[in-house]
């Protein structure tokens, strides 16, 4: 592969996308699938670059899988109609803060993703990555056809953590829990 090639359907996020369900360390099982690598990456709105990256990804990957997508069929159906990894906060999301005035996709792999700092060296310190951090991803989308579910899915390639954000998932922080004096809420 030449230098000049892109990838049509590989996008790198900006550096405002926040990471939310980050289980980047170790693989996890959901509904008793085989363990995976997965982060929830909350996209601003205003970040028309990166949302216009995504759809475009979208649209490569379903023009790419036609035939995984048609399956059995006479037809591919629509991309209209298919499960698709952009989705709305403000519609999915109305009671979770993070998601608002946002759009979140669910990234994930089976192999773990490469982690680095904003000068690009590997983070070893597990807990400098948590959700509600600030970063960048490099996700790529694809098309699937499984068990009766078509549509196009986000795998995720590696994450460039680039600034510190609120922890969520409603965790303190030990570094907080303890900032007052033993003695000061002894009886509190």
Same mark, same amino acid.
């Given at each position: ?21 980050? &289980? ?12 995976k690598?997965s ?12 949302? &216009?990256k ?14 995984k ?35 979140f996709? &669910?990234? &994930? ?17 597990r ?30 390639n ?31």
């Amino acid at each position: 592969m030449s230098k000049n090639y892109t990838n049509p359907t590989k996008v790198i996020t900006g550096v405002n996308t926040r990471w939310s369900y980050a &289980n980047v360390w170790d693989p996890k099982s959901i509904n008793g699938g085989a363990p995976k690598f997965s982060v929830s990456l909350i996209i601003p709105k205003d970040d028309t670059a990166t949302v &216009n990256k995504i759809k475009a990804a979208i649209q490569s990957a379903y023009e790419e899988g036609q035939s995984k997508l048609k399956g059995n069929g006479k037809t591919v159906p629509a991309l209209s109609v298919l499960k698709t990894p952009l989705r709305d906060g403000d519609l999915e999301r109305p009671d979770d803060e993070a998601y608002a005035n946002c759009y979140f996709v &669910n990234a &994930n792999s089976a192999s773990a993703p490469g982690i680095v700092d904003a000068d690009r060296q590997p983070i070893i310190d597990r807990s400098e990555v948590y959700s509600g951090v600030y970063g960048r991803a490099s996700i790529n989308f694809y098309a699937f056809n499984s068990n009766g579910n078509k549509g196009i899915a986000c795998g995720l390639n590696n994450l460039q953590k680039m600034k510190d954000g609120e922890p969520l998932g409603g965790k303190s922080r030990a570094e907080d829990d303890f900032a007052t004096e033993a003695e000061d809420d002894f009886l509190s």
